[in-house]
């Protein structure tokens, strides 16, 4: 099992950044990979960035050049730093965990870019 908790929503004006954090417990070890996917209402969840052991990155196009997905081993944490962020990513965003094919999933962290 693997837990997970996000942190570092808000309310933020277009062009402002955010950073999130998501907290893994657990079985940690038996991670391949981690992500952020986000949820804006009336639409389907989607990938935002994604991060492989060993540090291969992913991200969505909407994403790239803005965002950026890193873990620090350490702490057991990996974080999203989001910069010029516009309207159209206000969404809840979701921290994921892939263990041998087995998904989990944070409780989510509301992001609301005001224009």
């Known amino acids: 099992q693997v837990q997970l908790v996000e942190s570092g929503g808000g309310l933020v004006q277009a062009g402002g950044s955010l950073r999130l954090s998501c907290a893994t417990s657990?079985?940690?070890?038996?991670?391949?990979?981690m992500g952020w996917y986000r949820q804006a209402p009336g639409k389907q969840r989607e990938l935002v960035a994604l991060i492989k052991r060993g540090g291969i990155t992913n991200y969505a196009d909407s994403a790239k050049g803005r965002f950026t997905i890193s873990g620090d081993n350490a702490k057991n944490t990996v974080y999203l730093q989001m910069n010029s962020l516009k309207p159209e990513d206000t969404a809840v965003y979701y921290c994921?965990?892939?263990?041998?094919?087995?998904?989990?999933w944070g409780q989510g962290t509301q992001v609301t870019v005001s224009s």
């Open positions: 994921h965990a892939d263990s041998w094919n087995i998904n989990f």
């Open positions: 657990g079985s940690i070890s038996s991670i391949n990979a």
